[in-house]
């Protein structure tokens, strides 16, 4: 029995020496350009914003070839390929180029929390990535504080996030000209 235990023992370490080097084999990819706060998406995985306040975010991704795709719905989307190699940040730069804007009135959509709201956003730090007809619109963060949100035309809508703060949601949203509506944020896990 002893010994049984002693060759488990073994194996789990080695299992171990093999697993820990491999987590820090991956690379890390940054962009820098405009919109800063554009959706990264890495082989097809939204991984968070591009940047932040102008900063450029940094994001581990395993070694070898990827698709990077930035999508902001005021731009056309951004595709590039790149090569990461481990332990190593790949850089790159990207400009989306503006398309059309839709013609007024508009209605406005953003979230509310449980809390007074200020102009400082109470979901802070929540990047999870808000569909809005299957289409990535942005962040939690960036749609939850009183001076923001989205500028859409009256209709209705399909608003999808799922948010490790917030949980899943996946609702219709109807919006009316020059009005805003607030979607209550579901109460935090």
């Excluded at 171990?16 to 084999?25: F, G, N, R, T, Y």
């Excluded at 190593?88 to 509310?112: A, D, H, Q, S």
């Excluded at 929390?113 to 809005?132: L, M, N």
């Amino acid at each position: 029995m002893k010994k049984n235990i002693g060759v488990s023992v073994l194996a789990a370490l080695s299992i171990l020496a093999i697993a820990a080097p491999a987590a820090d084999e991956n690379g890390y990819i940054r962009g820098r350009g405009n919109p800063t706060g554009a959706g990264l998406f890495v082989d097809g995985k939204y991984v968070g914003p591009a940047g932040r306040f102008s900063v450029p975010e940094k994001y581990p991704v395993a070694p070898g070839d990827h698709e990077i795709v930035l999508r902001d719905p005021r731009f056309e989307d951004f595709t590039t390929k790149v090569s990461v190699r481990a332990k190593k940040t790949t850089k790159f730069k990207y400009k989306l180029k503006p398309i059309e804007p839709t013609k007024p009135p508009y209605g406005r959509l953003r979230f509310g929390g449980g809390s007074p709201e200020s102009f400082i956003s109470v979901t802070a730090g929540d990047t999870s990535p808000v569909y809005i007809n299957d289409k990535f619109y942005g962040f939690v963060d960036e749609l939850n504080n009183a001076g923001g949100g989205l500028l859409l035309p009256p209709g209705t809508y399909r608003l999808r996030c799922s948010s490790p703060i917030y949980g899943e949601f996946d609702q219709d949203v109807t919006l009316t000209a020059n009005q805003v509506t607030v979607v209550p944020l579901p109460k935090g896990k």
